[in-house]
């Protein structure tokens, strides 16, 4: 057995449901991505900007690099129910922020898997693992790995598993030998050792979105700017985690009930409606559905202690109190009803005031 099939089998074993190999060079989409940040697309997200050089390739990151081992871990679990989601007293939070954050399960996975190389390879090896928190344009080397497509909605897809997938990265320094054959290769058996049909994730370039575009007319905010290119200013996921200020005026009524990011560009994917199939992890799972989808008045109840207290080892501690209660004034204004005014009164007179402005909006929204 190769050390390239030694590895994808140790990452398998280790928990992941997709892994590829690809050689390190100029990140395919290197140019597109400088323009992107150019045109001030990523909004508050300064960390993206910051020397952005050093995504363009992997050798800037880890000098010497050689190669990437990529893998993918499906956070699929269930579906909401239809009334559910359409119940405006309740807030959506997106669907990788149901269960525990994907950090805690990956960075140790990923860790354990350097480590196999190493041991592997010597210990002069050098490695470097990422799991979204490094200077990495992650979906460009997983689709040089074969592990899927870059959809319209800038979302990887997977032809077995859709779209519903954590990525993560390592770096090394070992020439693992892998040519554009071999990873054709190598992923035409990932989903063999997985129990999944080799053919579907044979890289092809007829394995695309189409001329589908259910994906950008479906966005509340009009956050496409064109197929391939997200405006993250205007993005759902955006206005609710990534920025910390006042949510622009003319976006809120856009929001919905909303409240920690959003699914509807991959809910609407032909892909991951038709194949995805529940995630093996069961961290990923919500403890009930009030974790999915909460109930608002509840929310805006939550003094900094319940907050912490609620959403101990999960990704919404992210946006903090601060934010999140923001997110649900802005929900209930939203929603609108006798009910949602009076949790609004509240939030009125918070001691934030960018919770109670953005509460003040809401009764005045209406």
């Not at 907050?307 to 946006?319: I, V």
């Not at 949602?340 to 509460?359: F, M, N, Q, T, Y």
């Amino acid at each position: 057995m190769s050390l390239a099939e030694q590895i994808q089998r140790r990452a398998l074993e280790l928990g992941f449901d997709l892994v590829g190999l690809a050689p390190a060079g100029v990140a395919p989409h290197a140019r597109e991505y400088a323009d992107w940040i150019a045109a001030g697309m990523h909004g508050e997200m300064a960390y993206l900007a910051r020397n952005p050089d050093r995504r363009s390739a992997p050798d800037r990151v880890l000098p010497g690099a050689q190669s990437l081992i990529v893998v993918g871990l499906s956070y699929y679990t269930i579906d909401l129910p239809d009334d559910l989601k359409r119940d405006p007293s309740r807030g959506l939070i997106a669907r990788y922020a149901w269960g525990v954050d994907y950090h805690d399960v990956m960075t140790p996975r990923l860790e354990e898997l350097a480590r196999f190389l190493r041991e592997a390879s010597g210990p002069a090896v050098a490695t470097k693992t990422y799991v979204d928190t490094g200077p990495v344009l992650e979906r460009d080397w997983a689709q040089l790995a074969g592990l899927g497509f870059v959809g319209k909605n800038t979302c990887l897809i997977n032809p077995c598993l859709g779209s519903w997938l954590f990525l993560g990265v390592v770096i090394t320094d070992v020439d693992l030998k892998v040519d554009s054959a071999g990873i054709e290769a190598l992923a035409g058996s990932i989903l063999v050792l997985s129990g999944k049909p080799a053919k579907a994730s044979t890289p092809d370039k007829r394995v695309n979105c189409g001329t589908c575009t259910h994906c950008l007319t479906a966005c509340p905010t009009n956050a496409f700017l064109r197929p391939y290119v997200l405006d993250a200013r205007k993005c759902i996921s955006y206005l609710t985690i990534e920025l910390k200020g006042s949510i622009p005026l003319e976006l809120r009524p856009l929001m919905g009930n909303h409240i920690f990011g959003c699914d509807i560009c991959q809910e609407v994917c032909p892909w991951p409606t038709r194949f995805a199939t529940p995630t093996k992890e069961r961290s990923f799972y919500p403890i009930d559905l009030d974790r999915a989808a909460p109930k608002l008045v509840e929310l805006a109840r939550l003094s900094e202690e319940d907050f912490k207290q609620r959403f101990a080892g999960t990704p919404l501690l992210r946006s903090k109190r601060r934010g999140l209660l923001r997110n649900v004034a802005v929900a209930l204004g939203n929603w609108g009803s006798a009910e949602a005014r009076e949790a609004l009164k509240v939030l009125a007179h918070d001691p934030d005031p960018l919770i109670s402005e953005h509460a003040q909006w809401g009764l005045t929204s209406r």
